[in-house]
C-alpha cells in the first residue's frame, strides 16, 4: 500500500504532473530565479515586475531584497487564488517564498565579485527567464505581475512575456529616481531578454501539461 501511494507520487503522464515533478520544478526555478537575482544585483542593475519593486525598495530603505520581493507579492495571492485557483495559489506561495529564503543566503555562498552591467543585464535576464519557465510549465509563477500575465494569457490569450514586458517598463521607468541613465538602460536591455524569452518559449498551446 505505502510502496503504491510513493509511486503515484512520482507516476505523471503527458497531460499531468506528478507531485515530483512540480517539486523538482518549483525548486529548480526558484533557484534559477535566485541566480539571475544575484548576476543582476551583482550589477547593480533592476528588474521589471515585482521583483523590480523589490529592488527599487531594497535600494531606496536598505531592506534585505528577499524580504522586500515577499512583501510586495502579498497583494497579488488574492487574485491568484481567484482566477487561477488554489493549486496554483499554493505552488506559487512556495516558489516565492523558497525564492526570498534562498536570495538571502546567495551572496554568501556564491560571491560575484565584478559583474559588467550589459553582461549582467544578458545573462541575468536569461536566467530568469529560464527558472519561470521552469515554475511558468509547472503552473506556479513568482508573483505579482507575473500572476497577472499568466491570468490575461489564459483570459484573453495576449503572451505572457509580451503582457509582463508593458508592466516592466512602467517599473523600469521609476527607476530613474534610484539609478544612472546607463544602469537603467541595461536594466532595460535585461527585462528584453528576460521577457522576449518568455514570449518566444512560453505558449500554452505547445505544452499542455498541468
Not at 44 to 58: E, M
Not at 161 to 184: T, W
Amino acid at each position: 500500500m505505502a510502496s503504491n501511494a510513493f509511486a503515484g507520487l512520482l507516476n505523471s503522464s503527458a497531460d499531468r504532473h506528478s507531485l515530483f515533478d512540480d517539486a523538482q520544478g518549483i525548486v529548480a526555478g526558484s533557484m534559477l530565479a535566485v541566480l539571475g537575482v544575484t548576476l543582476l544585483s551583482g550589477a547593480g542593475l533592476l528588474a521589471g515586475g515585482t521583483a523590480g519593486l523589490a529592488f527599487l525598495a531594497h535600494y531606496a530603505t536598505g531592506i534585505s531584497f528577499g524580504l522586500c520581493f515577499f512583501a510586495v507579492n502579498l497583494p497579488f495571492y488574492y487574485l491568484a487564488f481567484r482566477r487561477l485557483g488554489p493549486a496554483f495559489t499554493i505552488k506559487t506561495f512556495v516558489a516565492i517564498a523558497l525564492t526570498s529564503v534562498l536570495s538571502e543566503f546567495a551572496p554568501g555562498f556564491i560571491g560575484v565579485a565584478h559583474v559588467h552591467p550589459v553582461a549582467g543585464a544578458l545573462f541575468g535576464g536569461l536566467v530568469i527567464a529560464a527558472g519561470m519557465l521552469a515554475l511558468f510549465r509547472h503552473r506556479a509563477s513568482l508573483g505579482g505581475i507575473g500572476i497577472l500575465a499568466l491570468y490575461i494569457q489564459d483570459r484573453f490569450g495576449w503572451r505572457a512575456g509580451l503582457v509582463q514586458l508593458g508592466f516592466d517598463g512602467i517599473v523600469l521607468a521609476l527607476s530613474f529616481f534610484v539609478a544612472s541613465p546607463f544602469i537603467i538602460a541595461c536594466s532595460v536591455l535585461g527585462a528584453v531578454v528576460l521577457n522576449l524569452t518568455l514570449a518566444i518559449n512560453h505558449r500554452k498551446d505547445r505544452y499542455i501539461a498541468m
